[in-house]
Antibody, heavy 115, light 107 residues
């Protein structure tokens, strides 16, 4: 059974870049799609984007200009970069397996954007 | 973007009762790409239902999904104590979106 674990800084300054990594264990990252989702405090879940192990991506149009998702199959992980962050990007960030229906999730990591 | 609206916002019920949760889409959901998740405080969402009515692995049969087009329903036939949580619907077409959630609380 796959396990996913997010890692990265919990505090990012406004206008800077948010970087998170999701390490997959208990299974191979190959042959699947992998997603990032976030949940601002008290708000609904928001899909950020997904990547196939081959490297093809699909991003939320509202975030597309600031988002990059990449995959490293040799390390069994995938990553999220979100540039030019503002307070509105404060959220719990989750990684999950799937392009759509998301059957395995990480526990989530809170990222706060503040100076 | 497909906007999903869930109702009611909060459902107050007792253990053993039946829960009926609604999810309405602003346009037709393609290929029955509709899922339901359960989220408890401090935890990640858990996939319950996908493809409108297929239960995910390990999900008890008291959970069922139905609907088509723009109107979908999650039914919990008899609430167990562990079922009190927030439930989200999701459409997973080209650009996935989530509903705002329905909280099922103990009456």
């Amino acid at each position: 059974q796959e396990q996913l674990q997010e890692s990265g800084p919990g505090l990012v300054k406004p206008s800077e870049t948010l970087s998170l990594t999701c390490t997959v264990s208990g299974g191979s990252i190959s042959s699947y799609y992998w997603s990032w989702i976030r949940q601002p405090p008290g708000k609904r879940l928001e899909w950020i984007g997904y990547i196939h192990y081959s490297g093809s991506t699909n991003y939320n149009p509202s975030l597309k200009s600031r988002v990059t998702i990449s995959v490293d199959t040799s390390k069994n992980l995938f990553s999220l970069i979100l540039s030019s962050v503002t307070a509105a990007d404060t959220a719990v960030y989750y990684c999950a397996r799937g392009p759509g229906r998301l059957d395995y999730w990480g526990q989530g990591t809170l990222v706060t954007v503040s100076s | 973007e497909i906007v999903l609206t869930q109702s009611p916002g909060t459902l107050s019920l007792s253990p053993g009762e039946r829960a009926t949760l609604s999810c309405r889409a602003s346009q037709s959901v393609s290929r029955s790409y509709l899922a339901w998740y359960q989220q408890k405080p401090g935890q990640a969402p858990r996939l319950l239902i996908y493809g409108v009515s297929s239960r995910a692995t390990g999900i008890p049969d008291r959970f069922s999904g139905s609907g088509s087009g723009t109107d979908f329903t999650l039914t919990i036939s008899r609430l167990e104590p562990e079922d009190f949580a927030v439930y989200y619907c999701q459409q997973y077409g080209t650009s996935p979106t989530f509903g705002q959630g329905t909280k099922v609380e103990i009456k």
